[in-house]
């Protein structure tokens, strides 16, 4: 009971995260795109908060973080070859794409992180009210 409890809290953490992520994106270049990618992903934890689980909407947030860092994979390589003289968190500068192109990486490979851990929470308490 009281690990789910626990589970259930971290989770909306987690939800928060992403909604605050999404929130952040309205200002980007590209905010659709972006937005739409964080509030699905924050969909994910926040069914947890729920109890509930859905394999599409898990899948969708993990396939896209998956190409999101693909895609950005380049541009993140390129910063990791400049990243001594080279702040990640600096203004976007139409000379260094690579900058921004990492961030991208990076936000994808977190959300990807946080769609996995709720995919181990959900199966801890499946396994913990299982076994009751």
Not at 4 to 30: E, K, M, V, Y
Not at 38 to 47: E, G, H, K, S, T
Not at 70 to 94: C, D, F, K
């Amino acid at each position: 009971m009281m690990l789910t409890i626990s589970i259930r809290s971290f989770a909306f953490l987690l939800f928060l995260l992403l909604l605050t992520s999404a929130f952040l994106q309205l200002n980007d270049p590209d905010p659709i795109l972006w937005t739409t990618y964080y509030v699905v992903c924050a969909i994910v934890p926040l069914l947890l908060v729920m109890k509930r689980f859905n394999a599409v909407v898990f899948w969708v947030g993990v396939v896209s973080s998956l190409v999101i860092m693909g895609i950005y994979a380049a541009g993140t390589l390129e910063y990791l070859r400049h990243a001594a003289q080279e702040p990640l968190m600096q203004s976007m500068n139409p000379n260094k794409p690579y900058i921004e192109e990492a961030r991208e990486c990076i936000g994808g490979f977190i959300t990807l992180c946080i769609l996995l851990l709720c995919r181990f929470f959900w199966q801890m308490i499946n396994k913990n009210s299982i076994s009751k």
